[in-house]
């Protein structure tokens, strides 16, 4: 137990989390008073002691998964030492009851189609233990797993959910509700029922991923599925290499961080009382002293509120990048004296305007992708033609209170870069920064000219993932 | 670690679930399994959570379940040691020099007599310490205070313990059940987050939410608790800016119960919606979302 135990917390902190001794002797600690009979109760007595951020959650879940996953009695009727045969024939004798008059098929295997029917008579009741059952039966029929082959779970989940028609049974189900409803159901009803169906298909979809996983685990032992199952979490997602999930764990993360943010800026501000060392008063106030500078006097603080000017690439891979950053930069301009920016894909469009009275950036952010007319010949970046456009239109409004705050990759196509602009808008503005949002060791391959643009800026940032994007906030406020 | 050996006060995880239930809080498998393990290794609860999902209250319904006193600080924007530990009555420690004033001056006397319990206000912190009778400590909207102001806390978190200069150590009589409740508009500091055992609330769960509708609502059919929880959880689906709280949601099912409604309609919805969200974007975007 112990041994599992701290293997556990090893792949934990690989994971990246940040489990300390103390927390380490806690989990100890605790599962000594918890039975390991009892998986929720456990798991959660585990997390309390571990986990101390939500949105590790995640990731914990998948680490105690893998380590806990045949383990516990709730999978009694899935049972390692129950055979396929058996659990067939388990399933069949449910199926008669639920039937009822049942005309008894008796024995043997089961056919895809009564496989189907069950499937969704449980999804129709919402029996949980059925559908677990129906889970491990869906996964052993058509997932064709086999000892030792080096494919990666997502293949066989790809191959049992083809196998099931879930997209089907969806329109399946509602056509039934919709049936069994005496005078029909209306809209609303009709969106509830959907959505209730919605969630039972992804539980499902879940259990049959918990139950290939279970075998995998099996299968390869606990520390190679752990190694392949590993997943960052959501402030070190890449931004460019982001599936669809861990956008939507991004999108949620970015919230409570732009809030967290903005309190710690506006708290920065308020403490920060004193300004520099005022010399001249300083050595005014010291003739009252005889020329002794026994009262040091300062400046009054004057905060940095810079007036912020964001050009964005939203061009294909980076788009998610400009997303974030924009949506980050808009929910704190409090803490800036003025915030303009501009999108561009090889033409430059002002979007200003799409956040000023609104109140939902979501909602901005997508207007931007939307509304701006950021197309020129061909809508392949180009960052030349681009800055061009800006510095004509615009360039004569950069200041020495703005900080030109450019985002891309720099991957110009082989266009002109223009980066003399970059250079004349440094000697106007008080700072320009770049971030870019490619792992530094791809800069300057290919086709990326950052380092053309980096010259002239005052500092190029990597920035791929919230964490990154957070420090940078930081800093600049 | 203290030596103060305490009695369990619950017996197993399914027990302090029923338990609550009686005292009509619905706790999930993962907030009985926390409390349960609190108990057992003497260690505080850190609560967090979206704002209005039962995070207090947990806390009060635990104090009335093993039948103890709930002692309550309230955190805010520069709360400090006077306000949360103790306080030196400094008014009647004057008196007490003036009174003596008259006779003897004895300086050791006078001053030993002045840093005695008699002049010592306690504050909810060291109150909860020196209780004799079962207490709950709440510790509510910790992540309202300053992360300096948060070590004032560590003492008493790890060790059930307070220092007074004057009086030395005073230790704690029984170990209480301390919460702390935050609604993460800040990150807490590493010290106090390993001293404490973590419990995230979320929004409920369908089935969850409609037990506690039908729970804290009186005369509400379980048909309409049904269609409020499965409205509810379909509005929380949508990205908004403040999303229907449980207790929301409780106020509008009564709301519906006083209306005289049996069933609602789309129509209906619309027309409520003002009680389930706050902000005016909210309820536009939750009211076209409704209509198509």
């Given at each position: 137990?112990?041994?599992l135990l701290?293997?556990f917390?090893?792949?934990l902190r690989?994971?990246?989390l940040?489990?300390?001794?103390?927390?380490?002797l806690d989990?100890?600690a605790?599962?000594?008073h918890i039975?390991?009979e009892?998986r929720?109760?456990?798991k959660?007595?585990?997390a309390a002691?571990?986990?101390?951020?939500?949105s590790h959650?995640?990731?914990f879940?998948?680490?105690?998964e893998v380590?806990?996953s045949h383990r516990?009695?709730?999978?009694?009727?899935?049972?390692?030492?129950?055979?396929d045969?058996?659990?067939?024939?388990?399933?069949?004798?449910?199926?008669?009851q639920?039937?009822?008059?049942g005309d008894?098929?008796?024995g043997?295997?089961?056919?895809?189609?009564?496989?189907?029917?069950m499937l969704?008579?449980?999804?129709?009741?919402?029996?949980?233990?059925l559908?677990r059952?129906?889970?491990?039966?869906?996964v052993s029929k058509y997932?064709?797993?086999?000892p030792?082959?080096?494919?990666?779970?997502?293949y066989?989940?790809?191959?049992t959910?083809?196998?099931?028609?879930?997209e089907?049974?969806?329109?399946?189900?509602?056509?039934e509700?919709q049936?069994d409803a005496?005078?029909g159901?209306?809209?609303l009803e009709?969106?509830l029922?959907?959505?209730?169906?919605?969630?039972?298909?992804?539980e499902?979809?879940?259990?049959?991923?918990a139950e290939i996983?279970r075998?995998?685990v099996?299968?390869r032992?606990?520390?190679a599925m752990?190694k392949?199952?590993r997943?960052p979490?959501?402030e070190?997602v890449?931004?460019?290499?982001?599936?669809r999930d861990?956008?939507?764990?991004?999108?949620?993360a970015?919230?409570?961080?732009t809030r967290?943010l903005a309190?710690?800026?506006a708290?920065?501000?308020?403490?920060?009382?004193?300004?520099?060392?005022?010399?001249?008063a300083?050595?005014r106030a010291s003739?009252?002293?005889?020329?002794?500078p026994?009262?040091?006097k300062?400046?009054?603080p004057?905060?940095?509120k810079?007036e912020l000017i964001?050009?964005?690439?939203?061009s294909?891979s980076v788009?998610?990048?400009?997303?974030?950053?924009l949506?980050l930069?808009?929910?704190l301009?409090a803490q800036?004296?003025?915030?303009?920016?501009?999108?561009?894909i090889?033409?430059?469009d002002e979007v200003?305007?799409l956040?000023?009275?609104e109140?939902?950036?979501?909602?901005?952010?997508?207007?931007v992708?939307?509304?701006a007319d950021?197309?020129?010949?061909d809508?392949h970046?180009?960052?030349?033609h681009?800055f061009?456009?800006f510095w004509?239109?615009?360039g004569?409004e950069i200041?020495?209170?703005?900080?030109v705050l450019?985002?891309?990759?720099a991957?110009?196509n082989?266009h002109a870069?223009n980066?003399?602009?970059?250079?004349?808008a440094?000697?106007k503005?008080r700072?320009?920064?770049?971030?870019?949002p490619?792992?530094?060791s791809?800069?300057?391959?290919g086709?990326?000219?950052i380092g053309?643009?980096?010259?002239?800026?005052?500092?190029?940032f990597?920035?791929r993932?919230?964490?990154?994007?957070?420090?940078?906030?930081d800093?600049?406020? | 670690?203290t030596?103060?050996e305490t009695?369990?006060?619950?017996?197993?995880v399914?027990?302090?679930r029923?338990?609550?239930?009686?005292?009509?809080?619905l706790a999930?498998?993962?907030?009985?399994?926390?409390v349960?393990?609190?108990?057992?290794?003497d260690?505080p609860i850190?609560?967090?959570g979206p704002a209005?999902t039962g995070?207090t209250q947990?806390?009060?319904?635990?104090?009335?379940?093993i039948?103890?006193r709930?002692?309550?600080?309230?955190c805010?924007?520069?709360?400090?040691?006077?306000?949360?530990l103790?306080?030196?009555?400094?008014?009647?420690q004057?008196l007490?020099?003036?009174a003596?004033?008259?006779?003897?001056?004895?300086?050791d006397?006078?001053?030993d007599d002045?840093f005695?319990?008699?002049?010592?206000?306690?504050r909810?912190?060291?109150e909860?310490?020196?209780?004799?009778?079962?207490v709950?400590?709440?510790?509510?909207e910790?992540d309202?205070?300053?992360v300096e102001?948060?070590a004032l806390?560590?003492e008493?978190l790890?060790?059930?313990q307070v220092?007074?200069?004057e009086?030395?150590?005073?230790e704690?009589a029984q170990?209480?059940?301390v919460?702390l409740?935050?609604n993460?508009?800040?990150?807490l500091s590493?010290?106090?987050?390993?001293?404490?055992?973590?419990l995230?609330?979320d929004?409920?769960q369908?089935?969850?939410?409609?037990t506690?509708?039908l729970?804290?609502?009186?005369?509400i059919?379980?048909?309409?608790?049904d269609?409020?929880a499965r409205?509810?959880r379909?509005i929380?689906q949508?990205?908004?800016k403040?999303s229907p709280s449980?207790s929301?949601t409780?106020?509008w099912?009564r709301?519906?119960?006083?209306l005289g409604i049996q069933?609602?309609?789309?129509?209906?919805?619309?027309e409520?919606?003002?009680?389930l969200?706050k902000?005016q974007?909210?309820?536009e975007k939750a009211y076209?979302?409704?209509?198509?």
């Amino acid at each position: 137990m112990l041994d599992l135990l701290s293997g556990f917390i090893v792949e934990l902190r690989r994971a990246g989390l940040p489990v300390s001794l103390t927390e380490n002797l806690d989990a100890m600690a605790a599962v000594t008073h918890i039975p390991i009979e009892d998986r929720a109760a456990f798991k959660y007595a585990l997390a309390a002691t571990l986990v101390k951020n939500d949105s590790h959650w995640r990731a914990f879940e998948t680490v105690f998964e893998v380590y806990f996953s045949h383990r516990g009695p709730q999978y009694n009727v899935t049972d390692e030492n129950m055979s396929d045969g058996d659990l067939e024939q388990w399933l069949q004798e449910q199926m008669e009851q639920m039937q009822q008059q049942g005309d008894g098929s008796g024995g043997g295997d089961m056919s895809p189609e009564e496989l189907a029917e069950m499937l969704y008579r449980a999804m129709m009741q919402g029996d949980d233990a059925l559908m677990r059952a129906m889970a491990r039966s869906a996964v052993s029929k058509y997932a064709g797993m086999e000892p030792g082959r080096p494919v990666g779970g997502t293949y066989y989940l790809y191959r049992t959910l083809r196998n099931l028609d879930l997209e089907g049974m969806l329109d399946r189900l509602m056509e039934e509700a919709q049936q069994d409803a005496p005078e029909g159901l209306t809209d609303l009803e009709q969106r509830l029922e959907r959505e209730e169906f919605q969630h039972r298909i992804d539980e499902l979809k879940k259990e049959i991923e918990a139950e290939i996983r279970r075998r995998l685990v099996a299968d390869r032992g606990v520390e190679a599925m752990a190694k392949t199952l590993r997943k960052p979490l959501p402030e070190d997602v890449d931004f460019m290499h982001a599936s669809r999930d861990e956008m939507a764990a991004i999108r949620k993360a970015i919230q409570p961080l732009t809030r967290k943010l903005a309190a710690r800026l506006a708290r920065k501000r308020k403490h920060k009382r004193r300004g520099p060392l005022d010399f001249r008063a300083t050595v005014r106030a010291s003739l009252s002293y005889g020329g002794v500078p026994a009262e040091p006097k300062f400046r009054y603080p004057r905060p940095n509120k810079p007036e912020l000017i964001v050009v964005a690439d939203i061009s294909g891979s980076v788009a998610a990048f400009a997303r974030f950053t924009l949506h980050l930069v808009y929910a704190l301009q409090a803490q800036f004296s003025k915030v303009r920016s501009f999108v561009f894909i090889d033409g430059i469009d002002e979007v200003t305007h799409l956040f000023q009275g609104e109140e939902d950036i979501t909602r901005a952010v997508h207007r931007v992708n939307t509304e701006a007319d950021v197309i020129w010949v061909d809508g392949h970046s180009d960052y030349g033609h681009a800055f061009q456009v800006f510095w004509d239109n615009w360039g004569t409004e950069i200041n020495p209170k703005s900080t030109v705050l450019f985002l891309g990759d720099a991957r110009n196509n082989y266009h002109a870069t223009n980066a003399w602009i970059l250079k004349e808008a440094g000697k106007k503005a008080r700072n320009v920064f770049w971030l870019n949002p490619e792992p530094r060791s791809y800069w300057d391959t290919g086709d990326s000219v950052i380092g053309d643009y980096g010259a002239h800026c005052d500092g190029v940032f990597e920035c791929r993932n919230l964490r990154q994007l957070e420090t940078f906030v930081d800093h600049l406020a | 670690m203290t030596a103060i050996e305490t009695e369990p006060r619950f017996g197993d995880v399914p027990t302090v679930r029923q338990q609550l239930q009686d005292v009509d809080y619905l706790a999930d498998e993962g907030i009985a399994s926390v409390v349960f393990l609190a108990d057992r290794l003497d260690k505080p609860i850190l609560v967090e959570g979206p704002a209005g999902t039962g995070k207090t209250q947990l806390a009060k319904s635990v104090a009335e379940m093993i039948g103890a006193r709930l002692i309550r600080l309230q955190c805010y924007e520069g709360i400090d040691e006077a306000k949360a530990l103790y306080e030196w009555n400094y008014k009647k420690q004057l008196l007490r020099i003036q009174a003596q004033s008259g006779e003897d001056h004895n300086w050791d006397e006078l001053h030993d007599d002045l840093f005695s319990d008699e002049f010592l206000m306690t504050r909810p912190l060291l109150e909860a310490i020196r209780a004799e009778d079962p207490v709950v400590l709440l510790i509510d909207e910790i992540d309202r205070v300053e992360v300096e102001t948060e070590a004032l806390l560590l003492e008493i978190l790890s060790d059930y313990q307070v220092s007074v200069p004057e009086l030395g150590t005073i230790e704690a009589a029984q170990i209480p059940l301390v919460f702390l409740t935050s609604n993460n508009t800040r990150e807490l500091s590493e010290a106090l987050k390993r001293r404490c055992l973590f419990l995230h609330i979320d929004y409920p769960q369908l089935e969850r939410e409609k037990t506690i509708v039908l729970t804290k609502v009186a005369g509400i059919t379980d048909n309409l608790a049904d269609q409020v929880a499965r409205i509810v959880r379909s509005i929380r689906q949508l990205e908004l800016k403040k999303s229907p709280s449980v207790s929301e949601t409780l106020d509008w099912a009564r709301t519906l119960v006083l209306l005289g409604i049996q069933s609602i309609d789309a129509e209906q919805a619309k027309e409520t919606l003002h009680i389930l969200l706050k902000y005016q974007t909210d309820i536009e975007k939750a009211y076209k979302e409704l209509s198509d």
